[in-house]
């Protein structure tokens, strides 16, 4: 778990590939659903083309899909997921069978930190791939190192929505930082530290 600008995907995918499992997050999840025209994502897409949030009943069965395939059995990394007290709950519930959440991983960091990464990240158009102007900024300036596309801003990338964004994630998920805080299952994670630091800060607090 983490608020936007902490960096809880890049890590996640990190922290995953060390432990030898695989990590997902429920967009990914979304999105191939729709790709494969599931029931599970025609009935999410009927949510999200409105607008609206996808009902944590449907999102859980998404989860739950994903997570009771055998390639799993060994174990897995939920990238931003429960985002509600209602969601973890029923998560809780459905993997009691399998042995249970063992660990929740907050990442978190000063919001004047977090809004600096958000307002400075570009974005490649073709592939997608993310910068920063602060650092691993692609040589050639303006080009994506991966595909050489073209770096952008996004709009949403200014200091007015990075804090609208940031306080909307803790309001939402304050009940579900507690839920975990309070049956010991959450470790808290310095996400200011730099990026290798929080890395083995973060298998640390796995093992």
Request: contains cysteine; positive net charge.
């Amino acid at each position: 778990m983490g608020p936007p600008g902490s960096g809880k995907g890049t890590q996640a995918s990190g922290i995953a590939k060390k432990l030898n499992v695989e990590s997902v997050s429920t967009g990914d999840l979304f999105r191939s659903h729709q790709t494969r025209q599931t029931e599970l994502g025609i009935l999410a897409a009927t949510y999200m083309e409105r607008g609206e949030y996808v009902p944590d009943a449907v999102a859980i069965k998404i989860i739950m899909d994903w997570v009771v395939h055998p390639k799993r059995s060994k174990g897995f990394v939920l990238d931003g997921f429960p985002r509600t007290k209602t969601q973890a709950e029923t998560l809780d519930k459905e993997l009691c069978r399998y042995g249970g959440v063992d660990r929740v991983l907050l990442i978190d960091a000063p919001e004047v930190e977090l809004v600096r990464r958000l307002t400075g990240r570009l974005s490649c158009k073709d592939c997608q791939a993310t910068y920063h102007v602060d650092h691993n900024l692609s040589s050639n300036n303006r080009k994506c190192e991966k595909c050489e596309g073209r770096l952008y801003r996004r709009s949403d990338d200014n200091s007015i929505v990075a804090k609208k964004r940031i306080q909307l994630y803790r309001k939402e998920t304050s009940s579900v930082v507690e839920h975990y805080r309070e049956i010991g299952k959450l470790k808290e994670i310095n996400g200011a530290e730099p990026m290798d630091t929080v890395a083995k800060n973060l298998l640390e607090a796995v093992e």
